[in-house]
């Protein structure tokens, strides 16, 4: 008899039951899609390394975690199997020997980049090593029903050749997008076999049997549309609109409900801001989930819902709940982003824990960061949730602020996600860029992409705003400028391009105000994402007193960078925008009488600021110089018209069409790395003197270590705000790792990220200490304020410390 594993007491999990329960897990999870053998296949084979005499000793004794390999074994079974060799079952086994491998660990490289690392030759250096393999072969579960095996491996095949045909037909002639496509194939397995092992080893600690969670679509629109009637007589009894506004909102949202009945696809939804786009959405999805076939089935499993900035998260989050009538706690919305405080309860952690691995609840809302950073890991952990985006419907907030770097490899997954995993898949946004006309074209839009036709005529019908351009000016003359207009309009949004600005026209701004006329704020990442929130709420709750007459004495002045510009619902009398590209203008002007209180046309203004360092903001430089060039081409144009909005992305993406892959400077794009990897095939045959000779070249590992949303050029700290101190010294006294890891995420939203320069300027000052060297952990003893956040350039004595 040999174990797989045992819990805290002492209670043992035979081998050939935990293979069976994965078997039959992962078989489970790709039924549907046809690829149910394979994921069978994975996790009956996995573990067959348990099956020695020291592996028992160490499950039975104890040992450091690890030191006892067992994932190679189940690799080398599979390259002996039986079946006949057609291209289908080598390339079977290839996908077979790399998932099982890398169970314990991350996907490795099929080739390095540099060539120096193939995977097989790797996993035939692992066999030459033995690690007890002939006794693992006799005593493997299935000796004596290897035919059995065999068998299962030949239906297998039959599956992969039907996807090599599918991705023929879908990918035609585009040799590079079948082969990113057959790279995301490896992945979804290996989500299918990690998700499947661990939840296997969760429930058999719990003592627990698996039970899908299945969503109740009809019991969902039922409550959605009694949230829908009691928001819109809200909005009509709190924002005074007019019956104009109302329909149209209306007509948008029943459109979208109508647009459930579309088939799967990838979807635009171009909405003009303030047109209710978040629920109009939601509405669609909840109705395309809850189609049914001929069999009663439904139609999609789950709505993901990808937010651009943590600034909006909470936000739009809190609008679904309200409007689902759900708790906090619920067990249909899961939150996936780093602001959310793990529970204190040790079983609702570890719940917490397993959602937020999976995404299976009905509705999850996380962030693009998120997302992507999923999709290019090559780690399991990561990676788990990934089978779990199949029949879903992904909406993409605020799809304009996807990173340049990422589009290429943004538009294979989803389209992978769509064509090959049943994925509906939803663009939104005021501001729709050409993300099909890229270089590659590699976004495969539904045939009628629109998901509602006809929106011009929203657009100009909720137009509340028009665009000005002014002349140059310094920061001071700026600043002068704001505060004339808080003075004229009363409640003013400013929004610039970099941090130093921001802080820079705060400061002068309050000089202005001698009277004390206006509450002022400032925001941007400076602060740490906590402090964010409170000064959103904060401004939020003010506008709502001023709205309503409660708050009288002062009106505001809020001067952010452009974490504001998208998806925040505020609305000010006057917004003043630093010039940027006309996409962010165009944000910025959202925010701009938004739930039409003036009867009238507001004015946005947009002034080119002097001496502006944008060096290391290279999008928002180049949309700067973009947006002067469209708007000297186009002299008293409507700025905002769709028609200029779209000549401005046609630029942008010309220029900016070398970036789009992600380069690294390993010479070869995070794209290239997951497709063909010529690269690396091409620096094999260089230093080995022979062609590389498999199929699966991608190099997996290397995209992870190469690929981050965030910019990696700068150091999160940990700074003097909210619960910081106090979890500092919790953490100095935790006694365990599973505490202060704990500790450590909970203090993610009390960081903020410094540039090489800023860490330096703090060294210097001694305001930086080591919290963890271990870990890396820093934080900042002096120079934080509780109005601009982390302080460099400026002195502290201007400000509230």
Same mark, same amino acid.
């Given at each position: 008899?040999?174990?797989?594993?045992?819990?805290?007491?002492?209670?043992?999990?035979?081998?050939?039951?935990?293979?069976?329960?994965?078997?039959?897990?992962?078989?489970?999870?790709?039924?549907?899609?046809?690829?149910?053998?394979?994921?069978?296949?994975?996790?009956?084979?996995?573990?067959?390394?348990?099956a020695t005499a020291e592996f028992q000793k160490y499950l039975k004794d104890g040992g450091e975690k690890g030191s006892v390999v067992h994932a190679p074994q189940g690799a080398m079974f599979v390259s002996e199997t039986d079946c006949k060799n057609s291209p289908a079952a080598v390339l079977l086994k290839e996908i077979l020997e790399m998932t099982i491998f890398s169970h314990h660990n991350k996907l490795c490289d099929g080739a390095s980049p540099d060539g120096e690392e193939i995977f097989y030759e790797r996993l035939e250096r692992k066999a030459e090593d033995k690690f007890h393999y002939k006794e693992v072969k006799q005593n493997n579960p299935y000796r004596g029903n290897e035919s059995e095996?065999?068998?299962?491996?030949?239906?297998?095949?039959?599956?992969?050749?039907?996807?090599?045909?599918?991705?023929?037909?879908?990918?035609?002639?585009?040799?590079?997008?079948?082969? =990113?496509?057959?790279?995301?194939?490896?992945?979804?397995?290996?989500?299918?076999?990690?998700?499947?092992?661990?939840?296997?080893?969760?429930?058999?600690?719990?003592?627990?049997?698996?039970?899908?969670?299945?969503?109740?679509?009809?019991?969902?629109?039922?409550?959605?549309?009694?949230?829908?009637?009691?928001?819109?007589?809200?909005?009509?009894?709190?924002?005074?609109?007019?019956?104009?506004?109302?329909?149209?909102?209306?007509?948008?949202?029943?459109?979208?409900?109508?647009?459930? /009945?579309?088939?799967?696809?990838?979807?635009?939804l171009s909405v003009p801001?303030?047109?209710?786009?978040?629920?109009?959405?939601?509405?669609?999805?909840?109705?395309?989930?809850?189609?049914?076939?001929e069999s009663g089935k439904y139609n999609k499993k789950r709505i993901i819902y990808v937010i651009p900035y943590l600034s909006i998260i909470e936000q739009t989050a809190k609008s679904?709940?309200?409007i689902l009538n759900l708790g906090k706690e619920n067990d249909i919305l899961l939150e996936h982003h780093s602001n959310i405080v793990a529970p204190e309860d040790d079983e609702d952690r570890t719940l917490r824990k397993l959602a937020t691995s999976r995404w299976d609840q009905p509705i999850v809302v996380t962030t693009m960061v998120q997302f992507l950073e999923t999709v290019m890991s090559a780690s399991g952990g990561k990676l788990r949730k990934f089978h779990n985006m199949q029949d879903s419907v992904i909406i993409f907030d605020e799809i304009q602020s996807l990173p340049i770097k990422s589009i290429h490899l943004f538009n294979e997954v989803v389209s992978f996600l769509s064509k090959i995993l049943g994925a509906t898949v939803l663009l939104c946004t005021a501001?729709?860029?050409?993300?099909?006309?890229?270089?590659?074209?590699?976004?495969?839009?539904?045939?009628?992409?629109?998901?509602?036709?006809?929106?011009?005529?929203? =657009?100009?019908?909720?137009?509340?705003?028009?665009?000005?351009?002014?002349?140059?000016?310094?920061?001071?003359?700026?600043?002068?400028?704001?505060?004339?207009?808080?003075?004229?309009?009363?409640?003013?949004?400013?929004?610039?391009?970099?941090?130093?600005?921001?802080?820079?026209? =705060?400061?002068?701004?309050?000089?202005?105000?001698?009277?004390?006329?206006?509450?002022?704020?400032?925001?941007?990442?400076?602060?740490?994402?906590?402090?964010?929130?409170?000064?959103?709420?904060?401004?939020?709750?003010?506008?709502?007193?001023?709205?309503?007459?409660?708050?009288?004495?002062?009106?505001?002045?809020?001067i952010s960078t452009q974490l504001i510009e998208a998806g925040v619902d505020v609305s000010f009398a006057c917004v003043i925008r630093a010039l940027a590209g006309l996409d962010?203008?165009?944000?910025?002007?959202?925010?701009?009488?938004?739930?039409?209180?003036?009867?009238?046309?507001?004015?946005?203004?947009?002034?080119?600021?002097?001496?502006?360092?944008?060096?290391?903001?290279?999008?928002?430089?180049?949309?700067?110089?973009?947006?002067?060039?469209?708007?000297?081409?186009?002299?008293?144009?409507?700025?905002?018209?769709?028609?200029?909005?779209?000549?401005f992305y046609d630029y942008y993406f010309v220029r900016r069409e070398g970036e789009m892959d992600c380069p690294t400077d390993t010479g070869e794009s995070v794209y290239e790395m997951l497709s063909a990897n010529d690269l690396g095939k091409n620096n094999y045959k260089n230093r080995k003197k022979r062609a590389f000779n498999g199929y699966i070249a991608q190099a997996?590992?290397?995209?992870?270590? /190469?690929?981050?949303?965030?910019?990696?050029?700068?150091k999160s700290v940990v700074v003097s705000y909210g619960k910081a101190d106090a979890l500092k010294e919790r953490y100095k006294t935790a006694v365990n790792i599973k505490e202060k890891l704990a500790i450590i995420r909970e203090l993610?939203?009390?960081?903020?990220?410094?540039?090489?320069?800023?860490?330096?300027?703090?060294?210097?000052?001694?305001?930086?200490?080591?919290?963890?060297?271990?870990?890396?952990?820093?934080?900042?003893?002096?120079?934080?304020?509780?109005?601009?956040?982390?302080?460099t350039e400026m002195k502290t004595e201007n400000y509230m410390v």
């Open positions: 008899m040999f174990y797989a594993r045992k819990d805290d007491k002492e209670n043992y999990q035979t081998l050939a039951e935990h293979l069976r329960n994965v078997g039959e897990l992962a078989c489970g999870y790709a039924e549907e899609k046809g690829f149910s053998h394979i994921t069978a296949l994975a996790g009956l084979l996995h573990d067959l390394g348990k095996i065999n068998e299962l491996f030949c239906l297998a095949a039959t599956e992969l050749e039907k996807l090599l045909n599918q991705l023929g037909q879908t990918y035609k002639n585009n040799k590079q997008s079948a082969q =990113f496509a057959l790279g995301l194939f490896v992945k979804y397995i290996y989500s299918c076999l990690i998700d499947a092992d661990r939840l296997d080893a969760y429930l058999f600690d719990l003592k627990e049997d698996f039970n899908e969670i299945l969503p109740d679509w009809d019991m969902l629109i039922k409550t959605f549309e009694e949230g829908l009637k009691k928001t819109v007589e809200k909005n009509l009894l709190d924002f005074k609109q007019t019956d104009e506004i109302s329909k149209i909102r209306s007509a948008i949202s029943e459109k979208c409900k109508a647009a459930a /009945n579309k088939d799967t696809g990838i979807y635009q801001t303030g047109g209710g786009k978040t629920l109009s959405s939601l509405r669609f999805a909840l109705y395309h989930c809850g189609k049914r076939d679904i709940r309200d501001t729709q860029p050409s993300l099909e006309k890229t270089t590659r074209k590699n976004l495969l839009l539904a045939d009628s992409p629109n998901l509602i036709e006809d929106v011009s005529e929203y =657009f100009d019908k909720l137009k509340r705003t028009k665009v000005k351009v002014e002349e140059e000016k310094d920061t001071e003359a700026f600043s002068n400028f704001v505060f004339e207009k808080g003075r004229e309009d009363g409640n003013t949004l400013v929004i610039v391009n970099t941090k130093k600005v921001a802080r820079e026209v =705060f400061e002068r701004v309050k000089r202005n105000d001698v009277q004390k006329q206006f509450d002022i704020y400032h925001l941007s990442t400076s602060m740490c994402s906590a402090h964010r929130f409170d000064v959103i709420k904060k401004i939020l709750a003010d506008l709502e007193a001023i709205r309503k007459g409660t708050k009288t004495d002062k009106k505001i002045i809020c962010s203008i165009a944000q910025a002007a959202g925010r701009c009488n938004r739930n039409g209180e003036s009867v009238g046309t507001k004015t946005v203004f947009v002034v080119p600021l002097k001496d502006e360092n944008l060096d290391k903001l290279k999008d928002v430089k180049l949309g700067k110089e973009i947006a002067a060039r469209v708007i000297r081409e186009n002299q008293n144009a409507d700025y905002l018209d769709t028609k200029i909005l779209k000549r997996f590992l290397s995209a992870d270590e /190469n690929f981050s949303v965030i910019d990696k050029k700068t993610g939203k009390y960081s903020a990220s410094l540039y090489d320069y800023e860490i330096d300027i703090m060294e210097s000052r001694g305001a930086l200490s080591v919290l963890d060297e271990e870990f890396g952990i820093w934080y900042l003893n002096l120079n934080y304020s509780a109005e601009v956040g982390v302080l």
